[in-house]
C-alpha cells in the first residue's frame, strides 16, 4: 500500500489483484469503518460479493452512526457527524455509492449539489442566561500567552506528549477562553483527555481554525447519518452479494504467531445461543473492527433514565479486544482506553417536537425556520452557564424520511453527566427524557410556569448514556493501539477509531473509513494509490492565516512586545521589505 495525491490516481482503476479469486474475507462489525472495508473489497479489490461475510452482534448495521425509530419508544440519534471538504477517502468512496434517493447519481453528488445550495454556518454559536446571545462574537478571546501555547503544542514532537493530558500542556489562558469553548463542545474533549490527539486535530484541521467560530467549514448530510450514509451502503453491497450475519457475536479471533509471521487462523462466534467457529487460512481475510465507542451504550425513555452500564460484557468490542490483545502486544492495549469510563462518558438526547410550542423558542435563537428544509442551527449551540455542559443541534428537517410534518428531530448533548442541573437539580445521567428536555427548554427561555407541560406534552425525548463515547481521546502511547495492518500480519488487519494509522485524526468519518481503505488495497495489494490525508499542516498560507485567525485578526506588529523583541521585529520587517515573503504576509495580514 502507498500514497498518492492529485487526480492522476484518483480516477483511475486499479486492475484485478492477483489471487482474490480465491480469497475470502470476514469482517467483524457493521459500522462505518467496516462497510467501507467492504465496499472496497468489491469495487477496487473485485473480489466476488458472495465471499464477503460480516459478523454483526447487533439485529441492525451502523454501529455508532445511526439513526432509528424505535416502536414504542421514538426516534434516536446516539450522534452525529460533520463531514469536511477534505475528506478524501469518504469522498473517493461515495462517488461510486449511488444514492438511494435520486437514480443516476451518487451519494456524493446529491451531498455536494446539497452544501453548494444551502451551505452551513451558525448564526448563534453559544447563549447564557436562558436563551440570550452569549456575544462570543466569532472571537477565539485568547490572549498572547494563550495562543503562544497553543502554538507549542502544534510543535510539540509526538513521542514528548506520550499519555499527557490536556491540563500538561494549557493553563487557564487557554482553558478560560471561547477558543477552548468552541473546541471542547464541537470535539467532545475534557480537560483530563490527550494532549496528544489535541495537537494532532490542531494540525489535520489547521485550514478550518478560522470557521470554528461559526461552523461554515462544516457539511452535514440531508437525513441523519445512518440513512444518508450507512442505507445507500448496505443497498450497494446487498447488490454484489454480501453477505450479512446479524445478531451474531464474534467472542475472539485467534492467531497462529510463529516468529515474524501473525495469521489469524481461527474465530469464535456465538449466533443463535450456540458457540461455533470458523477455521481460517492464508486465503481468508479477517478484519477486526476492535474497541468500540459506541460499546454499552444504553436508552432510556420519556419517563426512564438510561442506564450507566459500567461493567464490560462478554461478547462485546472490548471484551474480544482484550482476548486478542493478551496474545501479542503488537494487537494494542485496550486498558488504556476502557479502564475508566467516568473520563470516557457524555449523555446525549433525541428531541421529537409534537406540536407548534417549542419551534418558535428553536427559531429565536438560530435565527432561522426550522420547517425551511435548510441549515437550521447549522452545528450545535452551547449553553455557556450550563452546569451539563449542554449544546444542541437542529439540522436539516425533516431528519428522518418517516418524518410526520410538523415535528421536528434534534439532539442534545452533555459533556458533564455527573453535575446536577440548573433547573433539573438531578444529574443529567439520572434524569428521564422529560426531565432532560425541561432542563433543555429552561435554558431555551420558555417561561417557568410552562417548562413541564411543554416537556411532558409537546415533545418526546430519549436519553442515551454512552460509556466509552470518548475512550479513544484517554491519554495513550505508541502502541497502545494496534497498526490498521500489524508488522508480519499475513491476512488480517484492524479497523476503526482504535486502529493506528498515523496519516489521519480519529473521531472523524473519515479516520473509519481510511482504516478500511487502507485495510483493504495492504491485504490484496492493490495498485493504486490511497488518497494522502490533504496537506494544510505543510501549506504556509493556511499556517498564516490559522496564526492571525487565532489571534482574531490581530497582527503580528500588534502583540505585547518586550523592546529587544520589538527591535527584531523591526530588523526582520525591515529585510524582507520588497520580498514576495512581504507580501505573502500582508495578503494573510500577518503584517
Not at 477565539?140 to 499519555?163: H, N, Q, R, V, W
Amino acid at each position: 500500500m502507498y500514497y498518492s495525491s492529485g487526480n492522476y490516481e484518483a480516477f483511475a482503476r486499479p486492475e484485478k489483484p492477483e489471487g482474490v479469486e480465491h480469497k475470502s474475507a470476514y469482517i467483524i462489525g457493521s459500522g462505518l469503518a467496516a462497510l467501507t472495508a467492504a465496499c472496497y473489497l468489491v469495487r477496487d479489490g473485485q473480489m466476488n460479493g458472495e465471499r464477503v461475510h460480516i459478523l454483526e452482534k447487533e439485529p441492525i448495521p451502523g454501529g455508532a452512526c445511526d439513526g432509528y425509530l424505535y416502536e414504542n419508544l421514538g426516534y434516536v440519534m446516539r450522534g452525529g457527524r460533520e463531514m469536511d471538504n477534505h475528506f478524501e477517502v469518504m469522498w473517493d468512496l461515495f462517488r461510486s455509492i449511488p444514492s438511494i434517493e435520486t437514480e443516476g447519481v451518487s451519494v456524493l453528488d446529491e451531498y455536494y449539489w446539497l452544501n453548494k445550495k444551502d451551505p452551513n454556518y451558525s448564526l448563534m454559536r453559544a447563549t447564557t442566561n436562558r436563551g440570550e446571545d452569549a456575544h462570543t462574537d466569532g472571537k477565539f478571546g485568547l490572549s498572547d500567552k494563550g495562543a503562544i501555547e497553543i502554538m507549542e503544542l502544534f510543535f510539540t514532537p509526538d513521542e514528548k506528549l506520550y499519555d499527557k493530558r490536556i491540563t500538561d500542556v494549557f493553563d487557564d489562558e487557554v482553558l478560560n477562553s471561547n477558543f477552548w469553548l468552541y473546541w471542547r463542545t464541537m470535539f467532545a474533549f475534557e480537560n483530563w483527555h490527550s494532549a496528544l490527539e489535541m495537537k494532532l486535530y490542531i494540525k489535520r484541521f489547521i485550514h478550518h481554525i478560522g470557521g470554528l467560530p461559526d461552523f461554515k467549514a462544516l457539511r452535514f448530510t440531508k437525513y441523519n447519518q445512518y440513512e444518508s450514509m450507512i442505507l445507500p451502503m448496505i443497498k450497494y453491497l446487498e447488490s454484489y452479494n454480501v453477505k450479512f450475519h446479524y445478531n451474531t457475536k464474534v467472542v475472539n479471533v485467534e492467531f497462529d504467531i510463529k516468529g515474524a509471521k501473525k495469521q489469524a487462523s481461527r474465530i469464535e462466534i456465538i449466533a443463535e445461543g450456540k458457540t461455533d467457529y470458523i477455521d481460517l487460512t492464508e486465503n481468508d481475510l479477517i478484519f477486526i473492527t476492535n474497541g468500540g465507542c459506541v460499546e454499552n451504550s444504553s436508552l432510556g425513555s420519556q419517563h426512564a433514565p438510561a442506564p450507566f452500564n459500567k461493567e464490560i460484557k462478554a461478547g462485546g468490542g472490548w471484551d474480544m479486544w482484550r482476548k486478542i490483545a493478551a496474545q501479542d502486544s503488537a494487537f494494542g492495549n485496550p486498558d488504556k482506553f476502557c479502564y475508566d469510563p467516568e473520563k470516557s462518558n457524555w449523555m446525549s438526547a433525541t428531541v421529537t417536537t409534537l406540536d407548534d410550542r417549542i419551534p418558535p423558542y428553536v427559531e429565536n435563537i438560530c435565527k432561522r425556520n426550522p420547517f425551511s428544509g435548510g441549515v437550521v442551527t447549522g452545528g450545535i449551540v452551547t449553553v455557556k452557564d450550563s452546569n451539563w455542559l449542554l449544546s444542541w443541534t437542529f439540522n436539516r428537517q425533516p431528519q428522518f424520511r418517516s418524518q410526520p410534518d410538523g415535528q421536528l428531530v434534534g439532539w442534545v448533548y452533555g459533556l458533564f453527566s455527573d453535575k446536577p442541573g440548573n433547573f433539573i437539580k438531578k444529574t443529567m445521567r439520572e434524569c428521564t427524557g422529560k426531565e432532560i428536555c425541561m432542563e433543555w427548554l429552561y435554558h431555551l427561555g420558555v417561561p417557568v410556569d410552562q417548562i413541564e407541560d411543554m416537556a411532558e406534552n409537546s415533545a418526546n425525548t430519549i436519553p442515551c448514556m454512552m460509556p466509552y463515547i470518548t475512550a479513544f481521546f484517554m491519554p495513550r502511547s505508541a502502541g497502545d493501539r494496534p497498526s490498521v495492518v500489524p508488522e508480519g500480519a499475513v491476512n488480517f488487519a484492524f479497523l476503526g477509531q482504535f486502529a493506528e494509522t498515523k496519516r489521519d485524526t480519529i473521531f472523524t468519518t473519515e479516520y473509519s473509513m481510511r482504516t478500511g481503505m487502507e485495510a483493504v488495497y495492504t491485504l490484496l495489494n492493490i495498485d493504486r494509490g490511497v488518497p494522502e490525508v490533504w496537506g494544510s499542516v505543510f501549506d504556509i498560507r493556511d499556517l498564516l492565516n490559522a496564526t492571525v485567525q487565532l489571534r482574531d485578526g490581530k497582527k503580528i506588529t500588534e502583540m505585547h512586545l518586550g523592546i529587544k523583541e520589538k527591535l527584531a521585529l523591526k530588523e526582520v520587517l525591515k529585510k524582507i521589505q520588497g520580498t514576495d515573503i512581504e507580501k505573502l504576509l500582508k495578503e494573510y495580514n500577518v503584517i
